[in-house]
C-alpha cells in the first residue's frame, strides 16, 4: 500500500509515517520505480503498536530499542520493560496522589479562612499545609 492508504487506515498523517520511518521504528518499506514508497501489511500493525505504546506512556527511544528486528524475538526484554513501564506509571500516581492531598489540603485552609483575614496571614497559613510534613 501507499503511504496515502496507510495514512488513511492508521489515522496518522503522511509526515507522522515518514517520522516513524526516518526514526527507524518502521522498516517495511520499499520503493517503487518512481520513488514511492510502498508499504507492508506489516507497517499498519506496527503503527496501531507504536500508537498504543506511546499512549501507555512509552517513549520513541524505549519503543526502538524495544521493536525486534524481522525474525528477532525480544520476550524477555519486553516484558522487563513493561513491567519498567508500570513501575513509572505507579510512582507518578503516588506522586500525583501526594500534590492531590496537598491541594485539597490547601483548599481547606482556605475555606477555614474568616473572610475579612488580610490575604499574606492567610498565604502564610496556605503555605504552611504546603510545607507540613507527611506524616
Known amino acids: 500500500m501507499n503511504i496515502g492508504e496507510l495514512a488513511k487506515q492508521s489515522g496518522l498523517a503522511a509526515s507522522r509515517i515518514r517520522f516513524y520511518e526516518a526514526e527507524g521504528l518502521i522498516s517495511q518499506v520499499g520503493r517503487q520505480a518512481n520513488g ?20 501507555a506512556g512509552f517513549t520513541l527511544q524505549e519503543l526502538k530499542a524495544l521493536m525486534p528486528a524481522p525474525g528477532e524475538h525480544k520476550r524477555d526484554e519486553l516484558i522487563e520493560a513493561l513491567e519498567r513501564k508500570v513501575a513509572q506509571i505507579e510512582g507518578m500516581q503516588a506522586q500525583l496522589a501526594h500534590s492531590k492531598a496537598q491541594l485539597l489540603g490547601v483548599i481547606e485552609a482556605v475555606r477555614a479562612q474568616p473572610e475579612g483575614v488580610p490575604c499574606v496571614m492567610g498565604q502564610k497559613q496556605v503555605l504552611g499545609v504546603i510545607q507540613a510534613p507527611k506524616r
Do not use: D, F, G, K
Open 36 to 55: 514511492y514508497r510502498r508499504y507492508a501489511p506489516e507497517a499498519l500493525q506496527a503503527l496501531q503498536l507504536i500508537q498504543s505504546a506511546q499512549q
